[in-house]
């Protein structure tokens, strides 16, 4: 990953263009500090969360569940 102020960025765009197609990251920097990112448009930045649905499906609870529990504590508080 290169990493160009924001001046080069101007004059260079179609460089940093073509890199970008071929698979190449560009930071982008003004006075120093990182403020922007070049990157492929295919590529992915992050994950997304994974499917929990088989694993809520596989826990089992004991016991009342929240709401009864719930509606129990209120009765028990209200006398």
Not at 42 to 49: A, P
């Amino acid at each position: 990953m290169g990493s160009v102020n924001l001046t080069e960025a101007r004059q260079r765009l179609g460089l940093l263009v073509r890199a970008a197609e071929a698979g190449e990251s560009t930071v982008i920097t003004r006075r120093g500090k990182a403020v922007a990112l070049i990157v492929p448009a295919g590529r992915k930045r992050r994950r997304g969360f994974p499917d929990l649905t088989a694993f809520r499906r596989s826990i089992k609870l004991k016991g009342r569940s929240m709401t009864e529990e719930l509606l129990a504590q209120r009765r028990e508080e209200r006398f």
